[in-house]
């Protein structure tokens, strides 16, 4: 970076509700990225699914400014993903907003990314040379070619595959016209918790997101572990049994919101342990 200020914050939400005709997850998403939005400033953005087609909406600014009343009558579906953004990798540019939306054959895949990769260089060059090409600067673009080339194998498996591979750190909510995935990295660097809604799920950064959503904490998403949730019901994955939990300090002391809990330690006490 060609500035000594923090580059390693966004925030990710993902929302899935059980009733197929409900229409209300890309307004939820928004009260969650509104109470994230100390995690990034540059850019917004949501994607949603009515069980047949994603549409999304992002742009240059803050949440309130991107998503007007109008736009947010326009998402309809039950299940969302939304993210905002402080570039960690790539420039300040709509292109590298997210969520990425990568529509192919097999169908839609929609995501958000937390965190940063540090093997992105050689994985986007063998990508390139099977053929892929990309329309932005991100690494988060990275993961979403290595789910979509290997999604015939199923989404579970295509996730888990693609994860396998990257290393660095991220908290991902990865969305298709039916299903919803949470997945964080072995090491469980950046946070990302799961929280239930009266009639669904939500994952989300920080719990103030779930707050702000009315829903109830769950529990965080350990290191290394998938979350799975569609009309079957939640599944779990343990990827790596030898997982070890390395929170990002700079979470308790710069990017999250005092009143949110990160892996069982209020970021507030935490805090005032620290002086």
């Known amino acids: 970076m060609s500035d000594d200020k923090l580059h390693d914050e966004c925030g990710v939400v993902g929302v899935f509700l059980n009733n197929a005709k409900t229409?209300?997850?890309?307004?939820?998403a928004?009260?969650?990225?509104y109470s994230l939005q100390h995690r990034g400033q540059e850019s917004a953005g949501i994607a949603v699914s009515n069980d047949e087609v994603i549409k999304i909406q992002?742009?240059?600014?803050?949440?309130?400014?991107?998503?007007?009343?109008q736009h947010l009558a326009e998402l309809k579906g039950h299940i969302?993903?939304?993210?905002?953004?402080?570039?960690?990798?790539?420039?300040r540019t709509i292109e590298n907003a997210q969520p990425m939306l990568?529509?192919?054959?097999?169908?839609?895949?929609?995501l958000a990314h937390n965190g940063q990769l540090v093997n992105y260089e050689p994985l986007q060059e063998m990508l390139e040379e099977t053929g892929s090409t990309f329309t932005s600067t991100s690494d988060t673009e990275i993961i979403l070619k290595l789910i979509a080339r290997n999604?015939?194998?199923?989404?579970?498996?295509a996730v888990t595959n693609a994860i396998q591979v990257i290393k660095g750190s991220f908290a991902l909510c990865v969305m298709t016209e039916n299903c919803l995935i949470g997945a964080r990295d072995p090491y469980g660097i950046r946070p990302l918790?799961?929280?239930?809604?009266?009639?669904?799920?939500?994952?989300a950064s920080e719990s103030c997101a779930i707050d702000a959503m009315n829903g109830t904490f769950v529990r965080d998403v350990n290191p290394g572990e998938v979350i799975i949730i569609s009309a079957d019901g939640l599944k779990s994955v343990n990827l790596n049994e030898k997982t070890s939990k390395q929170t990002c300090i700079f979470e308790y002391v710069y990017f999250a919101r005092p009143d949110s809990i990160?892996?069982?330690?209020?970021?507030?006490?935490?805090?005032?342990k620290m002086g």
């Open 262 to 272: 990160i892996d069982g330690i209020p970021v507030q006490y935490a805090r005032l």
């Open 193 to 203: 918790c799961l929280g239930q809604l009266e009639d669904g799920w939500v994952l």
């Open 80 to 91: 969302a993903v939304g993210h905002v953004r402080y570039a960690t990798a790539g420039g």
């Open 151 to 157: 999604y015939k194998k199923g989404l579970e498996q």
């Open 102 to 110: 990568n529509k192919f054959k097999l169908g839609s895949i929609a």
């Open 58 to 69: 992002k742009a240059m600014g803050l949440v309130s400014d991107v998503f007007v009343p």
């Open 23 to 28: 229409d209300s997850a890309a307004t939820l």
């Open 30 to 33: 928004y009260y969650g990225l």
